[in-house]
T-cell receptor
Framework: NAGVTQTPKFRILKIGQSMTLQCTQDMNHNYMYWYRQDPGMGLKLIYYSVGAGITDKGEVPNGYNVSRSTTEDFPLRLELAAPSQTSVYFC???????????????FGDGTRLSIL | GDSVTQMEGPVTLSEEAFLTINCTYTATGYPSLFWYVQYPGEGLQLLLKATKADDKGSNKGFEATYRKETTSFHLEKGSVQVSDSAVYFCALSDRNTGNQFYFGTGTSLTVIP
């Protein structure tokens, strides 16, 4: 089972460049999430989606954009990379069905991004 | 708003020692509670969960009991191994906030032989 797959695993960008972090899941989950994890810190929610065509901001959305055209894919876009966006980015998904709060999130292995 | 507070790390233990990592939470409703583990260079993996008061989650020798009266979900293991070295995250999911997850800051555990 592939689960949640993120690409690339590592990337170095120059200030001002743009890129898209890819995330795909094969579990037919409705909910998908993007987090960033800074060194020694917990996870901060960037954006999330409760289904195809529906996205919403999390705690730290500035400088990022997302789209959800299919159930499987939830790409995260950085338009103008800044050093403050150096972080490890995690994509996650969960079934999110029926209003239950007891469904765990499944995580990808992360994308390690450095902005220089 | 909802939040999770974990004990500060890092924690260093000798092999076979007893482990406790404290976690307390604040929630508007009746959340589900989770412990995740993150090994170096990997994503978070679900370790255990509990969905209502007095439930005990358990997995791989780890346990945590959902205590509504103390709003706590402390992680315990009776005898840690070197392979348990990782970062542990406490988290909650609250139906009242659209099933968003709230994570603690993580506690790094190192087990030495």
């Amino acid at each position: 089972n592939a689960g949640v797959t993120q690409t690339p695993k590592f990337r170095i960008l120059k200030i001002g460049q743009s890129m898209t972090l890819q995330c795909t899941q094969d579990m037919n989950h409705n909910y998908m999430y993007w987090y960033r994890q800074d060194p020694g810190m917990g996870l901060k929610l960037i954006y999330y989606s409760v289904g195809a065509g529906i996205t919403d901001k999390g705690e730290v959305p500035n400088g990022y954009n997302v789209s959800r055209s299919t159930t499987e894919d939830f790409p995260l876009r950085l338009e103008l990379a800044a050093p403050s966006q150096t972080s490890v980015y995690f994509c996650a998904s969960s079934p999110g069905t029926g209003g239950d709060s007891n469904q765990p999130q499944h995580f990808g292995d992360g994308t390690r991004l450095s902005i220089l | 708003g909802d939040s999770v507070t974990q004990m500060e790390g890092p924690v260093t233990l000798s092999e076979e020692a007893f482990l406790t990592i404290n976690c307390t939470y604040t929630a508007t409703g009746y959340p589900s509670l989770f412990w995740y583990v993150q090994y170096p260079g990997e994503g978070l993996q679900l370790l255990l969960k509990a969905t209502k008061a007095d439930d005990k989650g358990s997995n791989k020798g780890f346990e945590a009991t959902y205590r509504k009266e103390t709003t706590s979900f402390h992680l315990e293991k009776g005898s840690v191994q070197v392979s348990d070295s990782a970062v542990y995250f406490c988290a909650l999911s609250d139906r009242n906030t659209g099933n968003q997850f709230y994570f603690g800051t993580g506690t790094s555990l190192t087990v030495i032989p």
